[in-house]
T-cell receptor
Framework: RKEVEQDPGPFNVPEGATVAFNCTYSNSASQSFFWYRQDCRKEPKLLMSVYSSGNEDGRFTAQLNRASQYISLLIRDSKLSDSATYLCVVIRTGANNLFFGTGTRLTVIP | SAVISQKPSRDICQRGTSLTIQCQVDSQVTMMFWYRQQPGQSLTLIATANQGSEATYESGFVIDKFPISRPNLTFSTLTVSNMSPEDSSIYLC???????????FGPGTRLTVT
C-alpha cells in the first residue's frame, strides 16, 4: 500500500466554485502533514501545514483526522490562479523525508 | 524560507555519460535532500545529505549511481552516473526549514538522456 494516496483528478471547476481534495496516509506514526502546490514545470511550494485542530488560511482550509488517517484541503471561491497540482505530503515519526502523494490536478475554468 | 538555487536548470546528455547537479542555499542548513520526479509522477527521495558524513540513500538508490557530496553547510552536489534514458527526470534539492519539518525546494534540474 502506498504511504500517501490521493485522488489524481483532474478536477475541472468554474471560477468561484468550492472544491475539496482528500488524502489518506497509511502509517499511523506519521507526525506532520502538509499541502504543497506544484505549478506546471515548477518545483513544489508549501501551501500550508495541517494542524490537528484544522487550520484556515484565507480561502484555504485544511483538516486532519488522525483516527481515519485522512487529510483534506478545501478551496473556496476558486480563482483561475488556483489551477495547479496539489500534493498531499506526510512526514513519518523518526524520519526526515517527505512522503508525497501523486497529486491532484485542479483546473479552474473561466 | 531559504533561497535555493540549482545548476544547471536543464541539460540534455548522452547515454553513458555523467552529470553533476549543484544545489546552493543562502543560509546554513544541517540537512539537504535530493529528490527525483519522473515524468507524470510525484517526488521520490533519493538520499539525505548531512555535512560531514556519508549520504543516506533510500531503497532503490545506490551511491555508485548517485554519488553525493556535501562539503559545507550551504552546498551539495548530486551526480547521475552512467546515464540511461530511464534517468530522464527532474532532480530537486530541498532543505528543511520550519517548525513542523517542512521542506523548501530548489527550482529543479530537468535532465533528458538520449
Amino acid at each position: 500500500r502506498k504511504e500517501v494516496e490521493q485522488d489524481p483528478g483532474p478536477f475541472n471547476v468554474p471560477e468561484g466554485a468550492t472544491v475539496a481534495f482528500n488524502c489518506t496516509y497509511s502509517n499511523s506514526a506519521s507526525q506532520s502533514f502538509f499541502w504543497y502546490r506544484q505549478d506546471c514545470r515548477k518545483e513544489p511550494k508549501l501551501l500550508m501545514s495541517v494542524y490537528s485542530s484544522g487550520n484556515e488560511d484565507g480561502r484555504f482550509t485544511a483538516q486532519l483526522n488522525r483516527a481515519s488517517q485522512y487529510i483534506s484541503l478545501l478551496i473556496r471561491d476558486s480563482k483561475l490562479s488556483d489551477s495547479a497540482t496539489y500534493l498531499c505530503v506526510v512526514i513519518r515519526t523518526g524520519a526526515n523525508n517527505l512522503f508525497f502523494g501523486t497529486g491532484t490536478r485542479l483546473t479552474v475554468i473561466p | 524560507s531559504a533561497v535555493i538555487s540549482q545548476k544547471p536548470s536543464r541539460d540534455i546528455c548522452q547515454r553513458g555519460t555523467s552529470l553533476t547537479i549543484q544545489c546552493q542555499v543562502d543560509s546554513q542548513v544541517t540537512m539537504m535532500f535530493w529528490y527525483r520526479q519522473q515524468p507524470g509522477q510525484s517526488l521520490t527521495l533519493i538520499a539525505t545529505a548531512n555535512q560531514g558524513s556519508e549520504a543516506t540513500y533510500e531503497s532503490g538508490f545506490v551511491i555508485d549511481k548517485f554519488p553525493i557530496s556535501r562539503p559545507n553547510l550551504t552546498f551539495s552536489t548530486l551526480t547521475v552516473s552512467n546515464m540511461s534514458p530511464e534517468d530522464s527526470s527532474i532532480y530537486l534539492c530541498s532543505v528543511e526549514g520550519g517548525t513542523y519539518y517542512e521542506q523548501y525546494f530548489g527550482p529543479g534540474t530537468r535532465l533528458t538522456v538520449t
